[in-house]
């Protein structure tokens, strides 16, 4: 599969991790071909990532930086980053913290699931990862909350979902037009699930 259509746009939020965000990074420049742009909220670090964002921007044109004056929280820079987003056009917004390392075995899925419901008119919402820690276990705080009618779908592998985390969700940029942004007074806690029940009560996820 080549570079996506849909103008998909990767967004990291960060903050004092600078050793956790290079390596978030190197694996989503390995996943350029299905990636559009990658946008990366710094929300006010006050170790090396300023510095290391501006000389990695001058590497990668395609990344694109918000740099806050303030640390604002987690939820504000996802609301900050989503909307950046959408300034650049995005078709779908792939959403990450900056320990979350992705591959082409992360985005294939998705961008798969995305083709397949848009094949057969599903007017979808938000599509989660299965998180995994490195040693392959379960990230059990990243466990999506299933619909209550998880499996009405008989047509294909995807379990239906009311909410899921920011680790790896990839979203609609339709929905996020009709439903809004994350709250940012949530500040680092439950931000991502309010947002996906949100989409998911208006779009099938």
Not at 177 to 200: H, L, M, N, T
Request: glycine content about 6%; hydrophobic content about 40%; proline content about 2%.
């Amino acid at each position: 599969m080549g570079k996506s259509k849909s103008n998909c746009i990767a967004v990291v939020v960060t903050y004092n991790k600078l050793a956790l965000l290079q390596e978030c990074l190197t694996h989503l420049f390995e996943c350029k071909d299905f990636i559009n742009r990658i946008v990366v909220v710094n929300n006010a670090s006050t170790d090396n990532t300023a510095d290391f964002l501006k000389d990695l921007a001058f590497e990668h044109p395609m990344l694109d930086l918000v740099n806050e004056t303030t640390n604002l929280g987690g939820a504000a820079g996802f609301n900050r980053g989503i909307k950046r987003a959408m300034q650049l056009d995005a078709g779908t917004v792939w959403v990450m913290d900056n320990d979350c390392i992705v591959s082409e075995q992360t985005i294939r899925p998705l961008l798969n699931a995305q083709m397949q419901l848009e094949t057969n008119g599903v007017d979808w919402g938000v599509l989660a990862s299965n998180v995994r820690w490195v040693d392959g276990s379960a990230a059990l705080m990243n466990i999506p909350k299933l619909s209550k009618f998880w499996n009405e779908n008989s047509s294909s592998n995807l379990i239906k979902l009311e909410h899921s985390s920011f680790v790896s969700m990839f979203i609609n940029a339709h929905a996020v037009k009709e439903v809004g942004y994350p709250i940012s007074d949530f500040f680092i806690w439950g931000d991502d699930a309010e947002y996906s029940k949100r989409i998911s009560d208006k779009y099938p996820s």
